[in-house]
């Protein structure tokens, strides 16, 4: 099967010699310009003829990188399918990328879905959506008839195409995992508590993610604000300003701290634009109403890497480019400043704790003791926070941990950010899986493991070690045996349940 027939035309895909078809470009929503910019996603004009579905799309508005593979540009609401052969109907899997609400794009080749749509029997969908300010900016007050929250309504707008128009593919639309790591790992999560979200997808997988990365109407539209002052030009044609000019302007909000979860105790930095709780796409906090059980029926496997915060303290070009003879210079009083910055309420009792019981390794530096703050601070705790949370409103959940230790760049990184990536897709034997893997008969072993969890998840196929259990710190390990190791060290449960505390506490 090659061409398909949708509502608005007849597309036709790339078989390929692997057991996969794949379709590349597929819009799921009209290109968001001029007026549509900061509108809600809407339809796919029709087309006459096939329309070959054989070019990845351009990513979304953001800073060029060579990691993106694709150009940039305006066409970004498109989506990129693989199929296995046969019959059907399949599960689908539909995936949302990272790159902290600001950067990524679904073409890229750590995302690229073939290996796992045939080892596992699935359609994989990969996501494209709107990032930065054309996402996630507040322009009600400049744009009456503005739409909130864009990126996650063109997410929303992604799973109604699926639920739509997956069953051409073979597909079958009452099986459907949304799954996502880092931002989209966060976008997932929230989804959980989107109520137009909820019927369209059925299981969640929340890698390196959070229910908490959300901010307040007023906060979303201070940090718009900053990008608008940036370049007053922008205002004189909001709709119409190059959107190149957006990008550079945007670079004035990166910088400044937003409140996370809309509290005072965790100031987020370097991730301004995030979801705003609106009280309309998203009524409330998504933590604080998965709490409440508004997602119980949903399966949800979630977990992290053991080492996060690694990949942007240690690797170029993530660390900013810094060298290890540079970083191993940070003193004990710079790394307590940091400290104070991302926990000012609570910044001498977390120094003390992780100066305390954090081993450094002497290939890396003093900043280890930072690393595993931050590890814990954006992903560990509030993985945590959000399996206690569904587990404790009756949702079946099951909880992770990545110890696949790598070296990236010459550095030992223990188990950073990504390094999931490569083995949920089936990838560590691609040039770019290696490199953050290492490769080799060990990676291809747990690679196959992982995908089966993650494909048999799809199925309806429970992971096979138990039930995460509200209060009980024991997720299953993918890699070296993590030797009991919780999600949240015993010693820093006191920091955390203050710093941030259970949705329960939070709301009372």
């Known amino acids: 099967m090659s061409q398909v027939q949708l509502s608005c035309g007849v597309i036709e895909g790339l078989r390929r010699d692997d057991g996969v078809t794949e379709f590349r470009g597929v819009p799921y929503a009209a290109a968001p310009v001029g007026a549509l910019r900061f509108r809600a996603p809407q339809p796919v004009s029709a087309w006459q003829g096939v329309r ?58 750590l995302y690229h ?13 990969n996501v494209g ?16 008839d503005a739409d909130s929250n864009l990126g996650l309504r063109d997410q929303i707008a992604a799973l109604g195409w699926v639920q739509e128009h997956i069953a051409a593919f073979g597909g079958a639309a009452d099986q459907v995992t949304l799954f996502g790591e880092s931002a989209g790992g966060f976008s997932v999560a929230t989804l959980l508590a989107v109520p137009s979200a909820r019927s369209l997808f059925h299981r969640a997988v929340v890698q390196s993610g959070a229910a908490d990365m959300v901010v307040s109407p007023e906060e979303a539209q201070r940090v718009t604000e900053l990008v608008l002052a940036a370049n007053p030009a922008l205002l004189d044609d909001l709709e119409h300003a190059p959107a190149a000019e957006f990008v550079r302007a945007q670079r004035a909000a990166m910088k400044e701290p937003v409140a996370r979860a809309m509290s005072d105790r965790v100031p987020q930095y370097g991730m301004p634009f995030l979801p705003a709780v609106d009280g309309e796409l998203l009524p409330e906090p998504p933590l604080q109403a998965i709490a409440r059980g508004v997602a119980r029926d949903k399966w949800l496997l979630a977990g992290a890497c053991r080492d996060e915060y690694h990949l942007f303290v240690y690797a170029p070009p993530y660390n900013g480019g810094k060298s290890m003879d540079a970083l191993r210079e940070v003193d004990d009083s710079s790394l307590q400043s940091r400290f104070e910055r991302l926990l000012p309420q609570h910044h001498q009792q977390a120094w003390q704790l992780y100066s305390e019981h954090v081993d450094v390794d002497p290939a890396r530096s003093r900043l280890d003791i930072f690393s595993a703050m931050e590890s814990d601070r954006l992903f560990r705790v509030p993985t945590r926070r959000l399996l206690d949370a569904h587990a404790a409103a ?79 710190d024991a997720p299953h390990y993918f890699g070296p045996d993590g030797n009991g190791e919780p999600l949240l060290r015993t010693a820093y449960e006191p920091l955390w349940q203050d710093a941030l505390p259970p949705p329960t506490e939070e709301s009372s």
């Open 129 to 144: 959506y709107r990032l930065g300010v054309w996402g996630y900016g507040w322009f009600r007050h400049r744009i009456p």
């Open 394 to 472: 009756g949702g079946q959940s099951w909880g992770y941990l990545f110890t696949w230790p790598t070296t990236l760049m010459g550095v030992p990184l223990g188990t950073p950010h990504v390094v999931d990536v490569p083995f949920v897709f089936d990838n560590t034997e691609s040039p770019l899986g290696r490199l953050f893997t290492g490769g080799g008969p060990g990676a291809a072993a747990l690679a196959q493991q992982v995908a089966s969890v993650w494909g048999g998840l799809a199925r309806g196929e429970m992971p096979p070690w138990p039930a995460w259990q509200a209060g009980h």
């Open 113 to 125: 879905g073939a290996n796992l749509a045939r080892s596992q029997n699935v359609i994989v969908v």
């Open 52 to 109: 070959r579905a054989d070019r990845y799309p351009a990513a979304a508005w953001q800073e060029a990188s060579a990691m993106l593979g694709e150009p940039i540009g305006d066409d970004c609401l498109a989506l990129n399918i693989w199929v296995p052969y046969g019959d059907g109907p399949f599960p689908v899997m539909v995936w949302l990328h990272g790159g902290g609400y600001t950067s990524g794009s679904p073409s890229q080749l």
